[in-house]
């Protein structure tokens, strides 16, 4: 995912993403990837997701978090939201407000983006305070930070001078968002081949995920800490 070369699927033409492969949903149901942005790196991240989630046979909708009426549609639902100042974007945050009585009910994954840094590849970073928050409320699954990206043609007066200081690149990594794709596609098709008293809207078993920074993991350092 580099500024000045093709993008795989990153950022293709603005406006919601709705599922249409007419082969999907064979299993797993129907999943929604939905997203807080501000510059459209973190929109890049949930398309990914959506690729690897289409490559599985998932049924999935990609949208921007603010557009999404119901979720009655579906079966998981992962969050994303960039961060900005240590706050994980408003339209992430009211997303979860918004829906947080159905939320609570099914496969809840959350992401955040990210740090303009390797070091979200090469650890694990724990979600910051408020989005453990929001997933402590919404029993969510599991968390994971991945890279930002920070182009200083687009960025505010703060993100230039950030960039002044040698931060701008794009440091999202395909391969590491596709893999947690397939781990929390691998969740759902387990669930749902154990049934329906096990199945997606329970928020049954806890795998797919837990490890990485759950809603348990108090002490959690925030992605603040982490360079960006
Ligand atoms: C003003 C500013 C503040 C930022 N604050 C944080 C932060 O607190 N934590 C972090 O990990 N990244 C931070 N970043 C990096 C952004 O999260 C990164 O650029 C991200 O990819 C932006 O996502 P978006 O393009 O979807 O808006 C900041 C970037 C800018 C420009």
Same mark, same amino acid.
């Given at each position: 995912?580099?500024?000045?070369? !093709?993008?795989?699927?990153?950022? !293709?033409?603005?406006? !919601?993403?709705?599922?249409?492969? !007419?082969?999907?949903?064979?299993?797993?149901?129907?999943?929604?990837?939905?997203?807080?942005?501000?510059?459209?790196?973190?929109?890049?991240?949930?398309?990914?997701?959506?690729?690897?989630?289409?490559?599985?046979g998932l049924a999935v909708d990609v949208l921007p978090a603010t557009v999404v009426g119901e979720l009655k549609a579906y079966d998981a639902v992962v969050l994303g939201g960039a961060l900005?100042?240590?706050?994980?974007?408003r339209d992430a945050r009211r997303f979860a407000r918004r829906h947080s009585a159905e939320l609570r009910r099914m496969p809840v994954w959350i992401f955040s983006s990210g740090p303009?840094?390797?070091?979200?590849?090469?650890?694990?970073?724990?979600p910051i305070a408020g989005v453990?928050?929001?997933?402590?409320?919404?029993?969510?699954?599991?968390?994971?930070?991945?890279?930002?990206r920070l182009n200083s043609e687009d960025a505010g007066r703060i993100g230039r001078n950030m960039a002044r200081r040698?931060?701008?690149?794009?440091?999202?990594?395909?391969?590491?968002?596709r893999a947690w794709g397939h781990e929390i596609a691998r969740t759902l098709a387990k669930e749902s081949a154990a049934g329906p008293d096990r199945?997606?809207?329970?928020?049954?078993?806890?795998?797919?995920?837990?490890?990485?920074?759950?809603?348990k993991d108090g002490g959690a350092r925030g992605a603040q800490d982490s360079g960006a």
């Open positions: 995912m580099n500024d000045r070369q !093709p993008e795989r699927g990153t950022e !293709p033409e603005p406006g !919601p993403e709705r599922g249409t492969d !007419p082969a999907a949903d064979q299993g797993g149901g129907r999943i929604l990837v939905a997203y807080g942005t501000r510059r459209g790196g973190t929109r890049g991240i949930a398309v990914e997701l959506g690729e690897a989630f289409r490559e599985d900005y100042m240590y706050r994980w974007h303009l840094d390797r070091s979200a590849e090469e650890k694990d970073i724990p453990l928050r929001i997933m402590s409320r919404l029993h969510a699954r599991g968390h994971r930070t991945f890279g930002g040698g931060v701008e690149g794009d440091y999202r990594n395909p391969e590491q968002i199945g997606a809207k329970d928020g049954g078993a806890k795998d797919g995920g837990a490890k990485d920074g759950g809603a």
